[in-house]
């Protein structure tokens, strides 16, 4: 499986892997490296929580090695009035006769809390390529869906607010 990611995506990605190799490695090992001096390892906390720690770092590293090898690069553009990466769009939606704001993210930047779903999750694929004034179904499952009406669009770029899932 390919991930779909943007280049501002790889950069931040790239970021963190370097930190996580030149600085928390080593402070981790040194770490787990003064808490083995503590004494009988099967009855030391300190031992067993920096060697998780450690273990912690380089499953993330190893996570985002191989999301950056596996990388498709994806444009961040979007054509002119239709709902695109990083843009703002305002829906109405017909069911709970609501109004909601959703930016459209790549997967690694989806935030729900906060208004940010991915393009990849069920709204995210439905409103993609959209204009304002269409009414689109989302669906969620093969036996649920709904309406929701395109209020407005609201060009965006990634200013990096948007910060990377740490799973």
Do not use: C, W
Not at 8 to 23: A, S, V, Y
Not at 38 to 56: I, V
């Amino acid at each position: 499986m390919h991930n779909e990611l943007t280049q501002k995506d790889i950069k931040l990605m790239q970021e963190e892997l370097d930190h996580r190799r030149i600085h928390l490695r080593p402070q981790l090992l040194e770490a787990v490296k003064e808490a083995r001096a503590f004494g009988d390892l099967s009855e030391n906390f300190e031992y067993k929580a920096a060697k998780q720690e450690k273990n912690r770092n380089e499953s993330r590293i190893r996570f985002l090695e191989n999301m950056i090898r596996t990388a498709v690069v994806i444009p961040e553009s979007s054509a002119a009035g239709a709902v695109g990466l990083y843009d703002r769009v305002t829906v109405y939606l017909e069911e709970d006769e609501e109004t909601e704001v959703y930016q459209i993210v790549t997967t690694v930047r989806q935030d729900a809390l906060h208004g940010r779903i991915s393009k990849e999750s069920p709204m995210g694929k439905a409103l993609l390529g959209k204009k304002e004034g269409d009414r689109v179904y989302v669906q969620v499952n093969p036996d649920y869906g709904y309406y929701v009406v395109v209020k407005g669009i609201e060009k965006g770029e990634d200013d990096g607010s948007a910060p990377l899932n740490r799973f």
